[in-house]
């Protein structure tokens, strides 16, 4: 059974560029979740994705959009890259279900370099 | 809203020590989850308790919660090296408005 999957694992892009970075929840969850972690600061909640429809939202500009597909895999954008923008992206799954959501599940992230 | 916020930012103990991290959250939660994550890497879920559990135990981990006082406790007996790591706690708010948030975290280093 995979866990959650995250690709690329590392990324440079230029400043003003777009970037896609693309996650695969584990098996059976319904739920992504994706974070930006700038070095030595906790994971910051950029947006979740249930059904299809960005359900909550965090901190961070428009030029920061997803989306998730039928079959749970979610991708996330970010539009005219700024050298603010480097950090890890993580993803992360859970479940919805009775009593809240299940533990999230963290993929190992996409190193992203804005230069 | 911070929702997590972990304390202290920092802790060095020696290897066999115990470790002792908290957390305070400010809402209504239905469960709140600690996390491990070893530098620059993924997070990795260590253990879930809700909102109606007061104490948990998963190995040389313990948890508890204090609704009351929305805090909760990250206990680590018998310290490795291998302990050594970020721990980040995170919530799942009552209020779909409340955001998903994680504190900078507790770095634990574990000295041999």
């Known amino acids: 059974d995979a866990g959650v999957t995250q690709s690329p694992t590392h990324l440079i892009k230029t400043r003003g560029q777009q970037v896609t970075l693309r996650c695969s929840p584990k098996?059976?969850?319904?739920?992504v979740s994706w974070y930006q972690q700038a070095l030595g600061q906790g994971p910051q909640f950029i947006f979740q994705y249930y059904e299809e429809e960005e359900r909550q939202r965090g901190n961070f500009p428009d030029r920061f959009s997803g989306h998730q597909f039928p079959n749970y895999s979610s991708e996330l954008n970010v539009n005219a890259l700024l050298l603010g923008d480097s950090a890890l992206y993580l993803c992360?799954?859970?479940?919805f279900g009775e009593g809240g959501r299940t533990e999230a599940f963290f993929g190992q992230g996409t190193r992203l370099t804005v230069v | 809203s911070q929702q997590g916020e972990e304390d202290p930012q920092a802790l060095s103990i020696q290897e066999g020590e115990n470790a002792t991290m908290n957390c305070s959250y400010k809402t209504s939660i239905n469960n709140l989850q600690w996390y491990r994550q070893n530098s620059g890497r993924g997070l990795v879920h260590l253990i879930l308790?809700?909102?109606?559990?007061r104490e948990k135990h998963s190995g040389r981990l313990r948890v508890t919660l204090d609704t009351s006082k929305k805090s909760s406790s990250l206990l680590i007996t018998a310290s490795r090296a291998a302990d050594t790591a970020s721990y980040f706690c995170?919530?799942?708010?009552?209020?779909?408005?409340?955001?998903?948030?994680f504190g900078k975290g507790t770095r634990l280093h574990i000295l041999p």
């Open positions: 995170a919530t799942d708010a009552m209020n779909r408005d409340d955001k998903n948030i």
């Open positions: 992360a799954s859970s479940l």
């Open positions: 308790i809700r909102s109606n559990e």
């Open positions: 098996s059976g969850h319904d739920t």
